[in-house]
């Protein structure tokens, strides 16, 4: 397959050894995010959450049912405390840290993947969404995974690969919106991308969407009872309630919190190096998968952010690939 990662130059010894340090790291990080899980009481997000999860339905006005799905599991396991409420999440956090690696490592190579896996312990947004459960954890932890799957599904074309792509997707969904966005971002690679553009409109993606749709019926049936309320609610979140305006300070606000949440320099540094990948190496299809897994989110977040302003978190799935591009970019 054309966009098949070009052999790594190190032997099996050397890649066992990367595999036993991302594990290590993992590990360790892992450890300690769980005991700081009982330290801190609970944000507003989280006890709303948890609340929910005390009335479990297929739905809520302005989010999905899984991360009340997912503290209902946590706390039924340790309780109706912090730690029971947020486990999970850290779980999820060291599950997202090793899909970055496991992408990385498919993609590129040891080294690329260590840092990648480096750098995702140290991105602030990554850093506190990980002790704290949220929709983002859930959210970011099915993003990266899809990814994963996505570069299988494309490398052995089996339906089942494409089907289970579809469940992980539309299990994001389920935590966050946002994960439908990836649907777009697949459908733009297999555009840009002539040797997969066969899998556009094939049974591999009827198989994708059927999965998807399948996840999405709990939300689809408790908005059909409840008028639709859920589309109203996103549409006043969206900032565009009579029209839409151009402000630029909005803008500049979104910009600016996307370098609070992820830091100056590693923001300034994804950025460029987004835009160095995309003008110098376009052609190779490692770029241009990881490309559209990542402007299409920035493209969308900011373009409604000229009218208002969104939250520095909105677009954290793009981080996944995001770290990817800045290591390789800036690696060379």
């Not at 297929?58 to 503290?71: E, F, M, N, Q, R």
């Not at 506190?128 to 990266?144: N, R």
Request: charge should be positive.
């Amino acid at each position: 397959m054309s966009a098949s990662p070009s052999p790594s130059t190190s032997g099996p010894a050397t890649r066992l050894n990367a595999v036993r340090v991302a594990v290590t790291v993992l590990l360790v990080v892992t450890a300690f995010r769980l005991w700081y899980a009982t330290q801190p009481g609970l944000v507003a997000d989280e006890a709303f959450y948890w609340l929910w999860s005390k009335h479990l339905a297929a739905s809520y006005t302005d989010k999905g049912p899984a991360i009340a799905w997912i503290i209902a599991a946590g706390t039924r396991v340790f309780g109706d405390t912090p730690f029971g409420i947020r486990w999970p999440g850290v779980l999820m956090s060291a599950g997202i840290g090793w899909q970055i690696f496991r992408l990385a490592r498919r993609l590129y190579d040891d080294r690329v993947a260590l840092w990648c896996l480096a750098v995702a312990c140290v991105i602030p947004l990554f850093s506190v969404g990980s002790v704290l459960m949220t929709i983002d954890t859930p959210s970011v932890f099915c993003w990266a995974w899809a990814a994963n799957v996505f570069w299988t599904a494309l490398e052995s074309g089996r339906t089942r690969h494409w089907f289970g792509l579809g469940l992980i997707i539309g299990a994001g969904f389920l935590a966050k919106f946002t994960n439908g966005v990836q649907l777009g971002c697949i459908a733009l690679f297999l555009l840009w991308s002539a040797p997969h553009r066969r899998f556009l409109f094939s049974r591999q993606s009827l198989a994708l969407g059927a999965a998807f749709t399948l996840c999405c019926l709990p939300i689809l049936w408790w908005n059909y009872q409840v008028g639709w309320l859920q589309v109203a609610a996103l549409h006043s979140r969206s900032g565009v309630t009579t029209s839409f305006h151009i402000r630029p300070r909005q803008l500049l606000r979104f910009l600016g919190e996307q370098l609070g949440v992820i830091s100056p320099l590693l923001g300034l540094g994804m950025a460029v190096a987004a835009v160095g990948l995309l003008v110098s190496r376009h052609r190779d299809p490692r770029v241009r998968f990881l490309l559209c897994q990542f402007l299409p989110i920035y493209a969308i977040f900011g373009f409604f952010s000229l009218n208002f302003a969104g939250k520095g978190n909105w677009p954290v799935p793009a981080l996944v690939t995001g770290t990817v591009l800045l290591v390789v970019f800036w690696r060379d």
